[in-house]
């Protein structure tokens, strides 16, 4: 199709789906390949680059003075044939295209807008790129045309397959698909997106492929039944498919075949809107397919454009060959004449050239869903406004060698390519157009839905679209209410190789498979995490630890012998229990002071005793409740303090008691002189006095202090008193052994001394309960952890404070009480004289 103007743009478009190239022969003349099957929608966009031209020669604002004309052809979707027209175009050679005689002038073309395949685009633009000819494709989407070392005068207004890549990422990542199947065509189309999806989806969607395969481009029905196997095993729910029309055709009959259900289509743009795959077979396995499309556009005066077409009836030897008549036999199922043989015959209609269009039901006359017409009018008026700018330069001011200007006579074609890298526009219907320093448009695609209709159809709906920005990177907006999911649930899929590790746990990879598959280990204890899919776990600081879900830390638990645990309430029973008997015991001795047995044991000694028992009885509560560092100072002190006043009154007795049997002997009254009341009062303060220095250089030195212990339990705080000087705890407690020992040595020389009541045999028994649980102390201390060895502390003193207190105390009180009969000093002495 061709129309002559003083600048020709050139257009390549699909024109028939198939082609027939004869036998090569040696002529003269070249063969020429015969195209069939009409595709009436490449017509109707070469007709709307012809509609653009004929708009903007009507416009007095663009271009004035000067007429626009195109030369159209039809690539037969053939690289070979596509390639033969560009060079056609761009060289000028066709019969139909005159040049001046004196071959000066602009060349047959300074422009071409096309192609629509990638593939073509890629070879094509290869060659013209050497010589500076612009073309600007509307639906070629191979990121790899974005080089410009190899294509570096190269556009299009069609998004690159990066951005489409990136879309289709963005819908992932939205509905948090991580886990899907790839299908991409045996071409440049499918194999860059391949490559794209692979590089891409990693960093930026956080997903991975369960299976990557080609489709064959012929019908290779044993490849295709591995391929539709693969998916029928994977447990992807999500396919995405970067293919063409005749492919997808044969994997869904293969797909219907195998009866693959449940799966959530994703289409590219090259087959989102194939409405030759909206057929009661397939729509029950495609239905709630969501697809990326080029942008939808409006473009009035479009279809008042198309319906002016009318053959052309004056030259009925180019009828063959005339792509409108071709299209009017098409559209009107009728031939013009002469019809082929049989035509007639077989009840075939003859074309009149009267037919209305209006009368016929074709998508060729809907244009409520232009895209890849937008493109191509966005690449036309591209190409317009760049011609615009270049003839709009002022002498001498010129952006050219001499700061010249082009001029439509001498307009070389890359002039034209300095110039659309500047262009910058909006179209009627509201988008801007300008490319990037690639030669890219900025990229916009609107999301689609196939809804399925109740006859089997389907509807493509428009339910959200995607954009890219240099400033806020890609934009996604969706209305999930409008989307239809194609799930007895309604709802969108769950499509992952190994579900989210919850807050607690780990991530985990599988050896040998991708990122997203997956392990989730729990924490281990003292370890948290607190997010999903987590890497590590995190420890929890010194004084928490984590909770049995493991995903946050909570304060550890602290233990000390405490007032409110069953064990605290034991001993502090016992502590008061032992400190009222004292009282009592105090109190019957005082009340029966004058009694012969009180006094014949000494009542001061025991009034001391009893009162320092009293005071062992009641250290034992420094040793419950939490340590603070006055009561870890104080409770080892008073211990060993209270210990040995308590044993220096025992120790001081038994002497006495020694003494008084010798000085009853002839010649042994002297030895009363050294216990007198102010010797045993001295002695006693003087041994207490040593303790007190001991446990006064202790504090001063080393001082006990509270801790908080984690080793024996990592899940608990131990509040324990460290002695701070083992050497100290040492002296403290071999001072009170010593004392103990000496009186129980001395009170075992004296227990046969001839009383009736002989209070050494007493003191002996005492002292050997003391020792006895003092030995068995230490060793169970030692191995006791936490509270617990304050427990055996408090129960050593106790134990053998009670031993003490009863071993003393109880058999005086018994006969005070019980045996009144024998208080006195004839039943005292009597025995003893007796014997």
């Known amino acids: 199709m061709h129309k002559a103007g003083d600048v020709v743009f050139g257009g390549l478009f699909e024109g028939h789906f198939f082609s027939v190239f004869p036998d090569l022969s040696f002529t003269s003349k070249p063969p020429q390949p015969t195209c069939h099957g009409f595709d009436v929608l490449g017509f109707r966009q070469a007709q709307t680059m012809a509609f653009a031209i004929d708009e903007i020669n009507r416009n007095s604002n663009l271009l004035p003075n000067v007429t626009l004309g195109y030369s159209l052809y039809d690539n037969c979707v ?42 073509r685009s890629i070879a094509i633009s290869a060659v013209l790129g050497l010589y500076r000819v612009p073309m600007v494709s509307y639906f070629a989407t191979c990121s790899c045309l974005s080089d410009r070392q190899k294509f570096p005068s190269f556009f299009r207004t069609i998004p690159s ?17 991580t886990w899907m199947g790839l299908l991409v065509s045996d071409d440049d189309y499918g194999l860059h997106a391949a490559r794209s999806f692979q590089s891409d989806l990693g960093p930026s969607g956080g997903g991975c492929l369960a299976y990557l395969e080609v489709l064959p481009w012929s019908n290779d029905p044993t490849e295709i039944q591995r391929i539709v196997g693969v998916m029928k095993k994977s447990t992807a729910r999500v396919v995405i498919v970067f293919a063409h029309e005749t492919n997808m055709i044969n994997l869904m009959e293969e797909v219907v075949r195998q009866h693959v259900t449940g799966l959530q289509w994703m289409a590219s743009e090259a087959w989102t809107a194939a409405t030759v795959l909206h057929t009661p077979q397939f729509m029950p396995y495609l239905g709630g397919t969501l697809g990326i499309a080029i942008r939808r556009g409006e473009i009035p005066g479009l279809k008042n454009f198309l319906l002016q077409i009318r053959p052309d009836l004056h030259h009925n030897t180019s009828y063959g060959n005339s792509m409108v008549n071709q299209f009017w036999e098409f559209m009107f199922r009728c031939r013009f004449a002469p019809p082929p043989a049989g035509w007639v015959e077989a009840g075939g209609a003859l074309c009149t050239g009267e037919e209305d269009l209006e009368n016929v039901e074709t998508e060729f006359l809907d244009v409520s869903n232009l895209r890849p017409e937008y493109n191509v009018y966005k690449a036309v008026y591209a190409l317009a406004y760049a011609l615009d700018d270049l003839l709009h330069c002022e002498p001498g001011r010129g952006p050219f060698k001499g700061h010249s200007c082009s001029s439509v006579q001498r307009l070389e074609p890359w002039q034209l390519v300095y110039s659309l890298e500047k262009v910058n526009f ?45 400033s806020k990177g890609d934009e996604l907006i969706l209305d999930e209410d409008k989307i239809f999911w194609n799930f007895e649930s309604n709802q969108s899929p769950r499509s992952v190789c190994s579900e989210d590790c919850p807050p607690g746990t780990r991530l985990v990879r599988k050896k040998g498979k991708p990122v997203c598959c997956f392990d989730c280990v ?15 776990c995190i420890s929890c600081p010194e004084d928490f630890w984590s909770s049995p879900q493991r995903d946050h830390c909570v304060p550890k638990k602290t233990e000390f012998l405490s007032y409110h645990e069953p064990l605290g309430i034991c001993l502090t029973t016992a502590s008061l229990l032992g400190t009222f008997i004292c009282v009592v015991v105090l109190g019957i001795f005082f009340h029966y002071r004058r009694t012969p047995i009180v006094r014949a044991n000494n009542s001061e000694l025991s009034f001391q005793l009893l009162l320092s028992l009293k005071l062992c009885f009641l250290c034992s509560l420094l040793f419950i409740g939490r340590p603070r560092l006055w009561t870890c100072q104080l409770r080892h002190a008073a211990f060993g303090i209270s210990f040995v006043l308590c044993v220096s009154c025992i120790l001081v007795k038994t002497m006495v008691v020694l003494a008084v049997f010798k000085a009853s002997k002839p010649g042994g009254e002297a030895s009363l002189k050294w216990f007198g009341v102010m010797q045993q009062r001295g002695t006693v303060l003087v041994l207490t006095s040593i303790q007190a220095a ?22 608990k705080i131990i509040y324990e008193c460290v002695v701070g000087s083992t050497i100290g705890f040492a002296v403290l407690l071999g001072y009170i052994g010593l004392l103990a020992i000496l009186s129980f040595l001395i009170a075992f020389l004296a227990r046969n001394l001839p009383d009736n009541f002989n209070e050494a045999k007493l003191i002996t028994f005492s002292m050997l309960i003391f020792c006895a649980v003092w030995v068995a102390f230490v060793p169970a201390y030692i191995s006791s952890p936490g509270k617990y060895a304050d427990a055996v502390e408090v129960f050593a003193i106790l134990a053998s404070s009670f031993g003490l207190l009863v071993a003393l105390f109880g058999p005086k009180c018994y006969i005070i009480l019980l045996r009144p009969e024998r208080n006195t000093r004839k039943a005292i002495m009597g025995r003893g004289i007796g014997s």
């Open 426 to 470: 909006t179209t009627p219907f509201g988008d801007q157009v300008s490319f990037d320093e690639n030669g890219d448009a900025l990229p916009v695609y609107d999301v689609m839905n196939w809804i399925s209709l109740p006859d089997g159809g389907a509807e493509v709906l428009t339910v959200g679209e995607v954009k890219g920005s240099a």
């Open 78 to 119: 053939k690289l070979s044939i596509g390639f033969r027209a560009a060079l056609t175009l761009a060289n000028g050679q066709d019969e139909q295209i005159t040049l001046n005689e004196t071959c000066v002038g602009s060349p047959p073309v300074v422009g071409i807008v096309g192609d629509s395949s990638s593939t």
């Open 161 to 177: 397959d990066a951005f489409q890549v990136h879309a289709m990422i963005q819908i992932l990542k939205h509905f948090g698909w």
């Open 522 to 536: 729990p924490c281990p204890k003292g370890k948290i995490t607190n997010k999903t899919n987590s890497m590590e």
């Open 694 to 715: 001991i446990c006064t250089a202790w504090l001063v030195s080393a001082s006990p202090s509270p801790h908080k212990n984690t080793q024996y339990h990592i899940d």
